[in-house]
Structures are given as C-alpha cells and as structure tokens.
Nanobody, 119 residues
C-alpha cells in the first residue's frame, strides 16, 4: 500500500503561482511513476502531468505546458507541481497518484487539495 498526502492548494489571483506537494509513504520502493490530476466542478477528472520516478522523464497535458513543472525528491518521497501564470480555468481539486512497477494504472490516490484561481 502507498499513502499519498497532497498539500499547498489555496486561493490565488490569476497570474500568480503555487507549489503543490505530494508526500508518499508506505510501499514507495515499487513506484514507477507519479502523476497529478485535477477535477473542476461539473467536469471529469483530467490528467495534468506525470513523472517517471527513477529517470525523471516528464509529461504534461497541453493546457499546462510552459506554465506547470512537475518534479520529485526521491530521498523525501515527495512530488511537486510548480504552477505559474495561473488562470481561472486551472481552478480544481488537484490529486496526486502513484503507479507501481508492472502496472499500467495509477492505483493509489491522495485526498486532493483545492486550488482556486480568482480573476
């Protein structure tokens, strides 16, 4: 089992920045990748970014490319999402998720952290 706890979400003005954190504990040695997802009111949850845990390769959805940066600190078992130039449409609950080695799915999810961007 892997436990994930997000933090860092809050109210911010458009154009501002936030850094989200996701602390992982438990069976973290098997982690192959971690990702950030978000769900806005009335919408389905969507992929935001992901990082391969060992090699650090990253991927982003088009709407956040150039504005968001995903990173991780393997020693701290913590993943980050630096969000710059925030827009009102970035408002959502942000979730982190973990994918174990050999699995094609994100099996573990955090409880989410609210990001609200005011115009």
């Amino acid at each position: 089992q892997v436990q994930l706890v997000e933090s860092g979400g809050r109210l911010v003005q458009a154009g501002g920045s936030l850094r989200l954190s996701c602390a992982a504990s438990g069976r973290t040695f098997d982690t192959a990748a971690m990702g950030w997802f978000r769900q806005a009111p009335g919408k389905e949850r969507e992929f935001v970014a992901r990082i391969l845990w060992i090699v650090g390769n990253t991927g982003y959805t088009d709407s956040v490319k150039g504005r968001f940066t995903i990173s991780r600190d393997n020693a701290k078992n913590t993943m980050y999402l630096q969000m710059n130039s925030l827009k009102p449409e970035d408002t959502a609950v942000y979730y982190c998720a973990a994918q174990q080695a050999g699995s094609g799915n994100y099996e573990y999810w955090g409880q989410g952290t609210q990001v609200t961007v005011s115009s």
